[in-house]
């Protein structure tokens, strides 16, 4: 019998549910674990942001439990996959979720790209869009 690993995805930003690319529609659907907060700076990068971990800042996202599958479109549509543009890196990060500490892959921008963005004050891409 073979057992798969939990894989978890901390989405921040056009993946949250509800935004231009809600990873709830994409197949094999994804599994809601519950929203969660990290600490980093959010940047925006004019119709999509990016996240920076670290600081003092709380950025709000949503925790999803996903297939391989799935984490292999996500690689594509953050462009890590098929070539790397470099904009993005898949990192892993702790999360405290639904009472319970999970380790969770994200896409961090890179350093090079934040420094070329603006960073957000507050750490909610859905509120942000909403006010401009």
Known sequence: MTFEIPVYVFVYGT???GQ????????PQPL?????????QLYSRGWYPGIRPGGEQ????EVYQ???QLLAQ???????????????Q???IKVECAGQELVCDMYELSEHCAAQSTPIAEGDWVKFMAQN
């Open 66 to 68: 996903v297939s391989a």
């Open 74 to 88: 996500l690689d594509v549509l953050e462009e890590l996959a098929p070539v790397p543009s470099g904009e993005y």
């Open 58 to 61: 709380w950025v709000l996202g």
């Open 15 to 17: 993946l949250r549910k």
């Open 32 to 40: 809601f674990t519950g929203s969660a907060w990290v600490k980093g």
């Open 90 to 92: 898949r990192v892993q």
């Open 20 to 27: 231009r690319n809600d990873i709830n529609l994409i197949n």
